[in-house]
């Protein structure tokens, strides 16, 4: 259980008992069915994370809503969004083993989080962890009803594939940008839990650096 749903919880607990001694008990109910909300919204389950070499796992519950190729910069990209609902767990964790490279807290606006431009416009933190000479970015971007994005580590930080780094209240989306060269492993409707479904599996650097090697030399022929 995420601290927050005691938070929440507890005060409308209090607000039941004292609606129902002063009023009648009927009229309890609706604190009391609020605060089980809470408690059952910020459910924080054990995940067995996959040890496979090179394996990025899914930031959050949720339905994968798109696994689309695009280019930052010059540089070729896979995107893999993942939507989460009201039903679905909130607490994020890492995608992969790696330290912290930078932290980017993005003001926004709370569009719908199924729509495709709230990848780009809407409030989020971008995260870039750096791991096995790959980089991945992981970003927590609010939802029409998503309100606050919580982040606990910092610039610097090392993590460990599937730690707990955070979560997005009530409603929200996770994108992960992983290398074009990563072997997907999902698609767009597959259910999948965060710290523990297989997103995409990242080339090792060594293969990577001889790809780009034997592409040189055949331009160079």
Same mark, same amino acid.
């Given at each position: ?12 607990? #209090? ?20 605060? #089980? ?17 090179? #394996?990025? %796992?899914?930031?959050?519950? +949720? ?5 689309? =190729? ?6 070729? &990209?896979?995107? /893999?969004?993942?939507?989460?609902? /009201?039903?679905?767990?909130? !607490?994020? @964790? ?6 912290? +490279? ?18 780009? &416009?809407?409030?989020?933190?971008? !995260?870039?962890?750096? $791991?096995? $000479?790959?980089? %991945? ?5 609010? +939802? ?5 994005? /919580? ?10 594939? $599937? ?10 989306? !996770? ?7 990563? @072997? ?7 259910? /999948?839990? +965060? ?11 060594? #293969? ?5 090697? =034997? ?7």
């Amino acid at each position: 259980m995420v601290r927050d749903g005691y938070l929440y919880a507890l005060p409308l607990i #209090a607000v039941a008992v004292l609606v129902g001694w002063l009023t009648h008990p009927a009229w309890a109910i609706i604190p009391v069915l609020l605060a #089980a909300f809470f408690l059952w919204f910020f459910r924080d389950p054990e995940r067995v994370v996959p040890q496979e070499p090179g #394996a990025v %796992v899914s930031p959050g519950d +949720g339905k994968v809503t798109d696994v689309s =190729a695009l280019t930052v910069g010059s540089e070729k &990209q896979m995107r /893999v969004s993942i939507f989460l609902s /009201v039903f679905d767990v909130h !607490v994020n @964790r890492s995608p992969i083993a790696g330290v912290i +490279g930078d932290i980017c807290y993005r003001r926004g606006k709370f569009l719908n989080a199924m729509n495709k431009v709230s990848a780009e &416009q809407n409030e989020q933190n971008i !995260v870039t962890l750096e $791991g096995d $000479g790959q980089k %991945v970015i992981f970003k927590q971007i609010a +939802g029409l009803l998503a309100r606050r994005i /919580v982040f606990y580590p910092k610039v610097g930080d090392r993590l460990e594939r $599937g730690q707990r780094v955070g979560l997005i209240k009530f409603g929200s989306r !996770v994108d992960v940008v992983l290398d074009a060269s990563a @072997r997907m492993n999902v698609k767009i409707g597959d259910r /999948v839990k +965060g710290g523990a479904s297989i997103l995409a599996y990242l080339q090792p650097q060594g #293969a990577l650096t001889s790809a780009g090697s =034997a592409a040189a030399r055949e331009r160079a022929h």
